[in-house]
Nanobody, 115 residues
């Protein structure tokens, strides 16, 4: 079971990035996916959730209206489209899948929003 995030980088305030989380080793389409972010010294914060079929999506208030979570089960991939980025969005972003009693995280991808 593996999750690999990509797409992070340095972007100016107001800019956009699209993160991807590619899954392997399990039947991706059967499981919900969450995206989290973490700043050093703070707890990991969930920013978005999408159900296995994609029909349910939720967002943290801090990103609502700016971030969009999606998934392509044919590619075993989830995406996090981030628009109107702010300096406070700077963090390491992780995707997470819970399979039974097992929680899997990717290695994370760094997003830095700065001018």
């Amino acid at each position: 079971v593996q999750l690999v995030e990509s797409g992070g980088g340095l972007v100016q305030p107001g800019g956009s990035l699209r993160l991807a989380c590619v899954a392997s080793g399990f039947r991706f389409s059967r499981y919900d996916v969450s995206w989290y972010r973490q700043v050093p010294g703070k707890e990991r914060e969930r920013v978005a959730f999408i159900s296995d079929s994609g029909d349910r999506r939720t967002y943290a208030d801090s990103v609502k209206g700016r971030f969009t979570i999606s998934r392509d089960n044919s590619k075993s991939t989830s995406y996090l489209q981030m628009n109107s980025l702010k300096p406070e969005d700077t963090a390491t972003y992780y995707c997470r899948v819970v399979i039974g009693v097992m929680t899997r995280w990717g290695q994370g991808t760094q997003v830095t929003v700065s001018s």
